[in-house]
């Protein structure tokens, strides 16, 4: 017969052994490898602001032009680039019959908060972070009249690195748990705008002296 305080011992043993192979947290990086750097553009097909009403303003493109100055950069997290200028085609379109024309104020500023090798969509590391400072003022009509509203703060990006010696690195804005703020609503049309809203967009992201994208690592 074994003795039950024998398997507990042996149990015990093997599950100290576990937690002790397993490490308590993964740090986020400290210094982050850009390559190359200089000037980028961003191109995207259709973006979307979506309010917490649930309405939607959808533009068909957008592009977007910036700059990552300086490798290795340090901090946790680190500003890795701006952007200096992005645009949306115009008109954009939203609920009832309404058209929108969006107008930005850069720069932007994108910040890395943490890597993971091997990660994305093309297993090649994968970038979470954050796109801030993010200011634009959106105006429009509809059947409901004319409407004016700020748009304001930041949202969560991950940044795909490209496959290798590609050109497809990607900035996707889709998911994550930030809000962009809406405030200064004008106009009758503004009735049905709520006060937050998230924004979703795939931007492929290319170096303008080398024509591939960047990969960053942490």
């Known amino acids: 017969m074994i003795k039950r305080s024998g398997v507990l011992t042996a149990i015990g043993a093997a599950v100290a052994s576990v937690a002790l192979a397993v490490p308590s947290a993964i740090a986020a990086p400290s ?6 750097t200089g000037n980028f553009t961003g191109s995207a097909g259709v973006t ?3 309010d917490n009403n649930g309405n939607k303003i959808q533009c068909a493109t957008s592009a977007a032009s910036g700059n990552a100055p300086m490798s290795p950069v340090s901090g946790s997290p680190a500003q890795l680039a701006s952007i200096s200028a992005i645009s949306f085609n115009s008109p954009c379109t939203g609920p009832f019959s309404s058209t929108w024309t969006v107008t930005t104020t850069p720069p932007w500023q994108i910040w890395g908060l943490d890597y993971a090798a091997g990660a994305g969509t093309n297993s090649t590391g994968q ?21 004016t509203f700020d748009v304001t703060g930041k949202v969560a990006a ?15 804005t889709a998911g994550g748990g930030l809000t962009l703020t809406i405030a200064n609503k004008v106009g009758g049309g503004c009735g049905i705008v709520g006060t937050t809203a998230s924004f979703q967009g795939l931007y492929t992201i290319v170096n303008t002296a080398t024509g591939k994208s960047p990969v960053i690592s942490g």
């Open 31 to 36: 210094s982050w490898t850009i390559t190359p």
């Open 127 to 147: 970038t979470t972070g954050e796109i801030r400072a993010i200011k634009a003022k959106v105006t429009g009509s509809s059947l409901l009249g004319p409407c």
């Open 48 to 50: 979307v602001l979506t």
């Open 158 to 172: 991950k940044y795909n690195n490209p496959s290798t010696g590609g050109s497809n690195g990607t900035l996707n």
